[in-house]
């Protein structure tokens, strides 16, 4: 579904990217770890086609993202930001609506349809009772929910999403993990880049490891989220245990600091 | 919405019957249907109506079409350069439209005798400025975050030519040309004439329309560029309309009635108090509150004292309390 060959992007005179290969299927979680800098979020933004790489394709169902129209590319990914602050106070539902923009011509306005499958993305993600709060108001959990409905009511199969449970706290956390993976059963294509291994662990099925601007690891998470692996990927040491429902986790030691 | 967007032409047609009959020379409400009602339905003018029909299309009709255009064009262009600079202290002098437009004037006042070579001058040098502050942007691209940049720019282009009207005012022979140039700064809508004032209108009713109609992009773009890029939203092709068309009739309002402030900042903040930040909605109401603003704004300047009180000056003294008011009432605005 997603295949990103060969890539290589340069931003002004640095190299950020070198010869990125994988390629991911319909319904697959991927997490993609790195240090600070580590190129996680230029790679989505490649995959987005808001870069053109300095070398290499990403396709998407075969096609080159730039081959696309904006519009068209816009109904098969869909960005899902860090929930950032806005200065104005747009309602949820007219957030949510935002996103049926690929669907207007120049001089249609969003009709009741486009406002019943935002309604329906809101309450897929069980946050219809948001619907004419601010956003602006809303807690950091409400507003990444809110802005995954927004991306859910584009209609594209495959979601981006940068740090998605950076700024969130502990049960939200657990919460949009839950309803990410929920997404992916339904179908969803979800690529999301993460600080932390454990969630690769309780959710996604496929990771990728960046460092030194190239791929360190690629492949299904058990298999390459092992003890070495991680330490290596961030100069850190780190145990690896396994729950009682046979899902792995690692704890880090803090003896080193 | 409808019944809002009817209260609001109501009250802005009420604020041009008010403003047709009020003045020095004072005309009764039973005048006005008189005339009225001679000039539609009978088609018959006697010599009392006469008088009132040349006070009437030649003195008050052309300040008044002035006002409302230049009230909307202002209050809309405003609001939009606040959705799409994510900015809502921005208003439509940003880019250095207005200071260009200063010193084109007073270039032409201080050099020439002719209200025709002001006006050009005006225009022409505002559209300059903008071009100016783009250039400057463009040295800079694809190294910053592109909307502060532009504001850099701007600002930078902003005081250049504020720099340039200064040397302007300084050379300028202090006993003729530096008052006349002062007056021109400080704003009046007393100069437009009739047949020029219809002319100007088609670009300025179109440029209003245009930026209502790409309301729904700037929506997008007041979250960030690249969630207006994952949307299928072509940024670069809204952000030139919006610059072209709101510096195209910013710059028309300047060289047609002088510098006149504060409209193009409170009108959008008045507004989303009453209909929130959907600029779809904001925008026409911005376009209906602005013409009413300054219509009433002039409506003093012209009556307030024996002499013209000049409008900029109005604008401000009235606009500075309702911005403290409007600002006290949406902290968010501010956060």
Redesign the interface.
Known sequence: MIEVKNISFKY?DELILSNISFSIKKGDILAILGENGSGKSTLL?LI?S?FKPLDGEVLIDNKNVHLYN??????K???V?QS????????VL?VVL??R??Y?S??S??SSKDKDIAIEALRHLEIEFLKDR?F?DLSGGQKQLVLIARALA?KAEIL?MDEPSSSLDYSNELMLLSQIKKLSKKGFTIIQTTHNPNHAFLISSKTLLLKDKKVFAFGHSNEVLTQKNINSLYNIKVELQESSEKIKFCIPKLDRY | MKAFYIKLVLILLLCIFLSLSLGKYSISFEQMFHYLYSLIVSNNLNESLQMIDNIIIEIRLPRIIAAVLIGAAYAVSGASFQ?MF???LVSPGILGVLSGSAFGAALAIAFFDNWFLTQFFSFTFGILAVVFAIFVTMLYQ??ANSSLILILGGIISGSAFSTLLSIVKFTADPYEKLPSIVYWLMGSLSFIELNQIIIVSIPMLLGILILV?VS??L??L???E??A??????TKLIRTIVIIVATLISAISVSLAGMIGWIGLIIPHFA?LLV???N?VLLPTCALLGATFLLIVDNFSRMLFEFEVPIGILTSVIGIPIFIFVLRSSK??L?
Request: glycine share 4%; net charge positive.
């Open positions: 002004i933004k987005l808001f904006k519009k068209s590319l816009a109904k990914i869909a960005y930001p950032s602050n806005l200065p104005f106070s747009y309602t007219e935002m996103s923009i690929s207007q120049i001089f306005t969003y601010f602006c584009q981006i | 959705a994510i900015n809502p694809n190294r109609g729904k992009y929506n997008i007041s979250f960030s690249e969630e890029k994952s949307m299928g939203v072509n989303r929130g930040a959907n779809q968010k605005a956060q």
